[in-house]
């Protein structure tokens, strides 16, 4: 499968749902925001949430700092 990552073309192996895709960035257990063509996805549809060919997915992950 290939999707589109912030704005890269990103192929996947054995990444099926958004909770995958976090994962396998390694963005586990991090505040972040996920858009799946152009729709928010909120945490608790991350599990369920499978991904296609052809997505475009921006994910942006909160970084703190003072």
């Known amino acids: 499968m290939k999707i589109t990552l912030n704005g890269e073309p990103t192929p996947l192996n054995n990444v099926q749902t958004v909770a995958d895709l976090i994962r396998h960035m ?35 992950v909160a970084v703190g700092g003072g």
Do not use: C
């Open 26 to 60: 390694g963005w586990e257990g991090k505040r972040i925001a996920v858009e799946r063509n152009g729709e928010i996805v909120p945490k608790s549809r991350h599990a369920q949430e499978a991904l296609t060919d052809g997505d475009e997915i921006e994910i942006v």
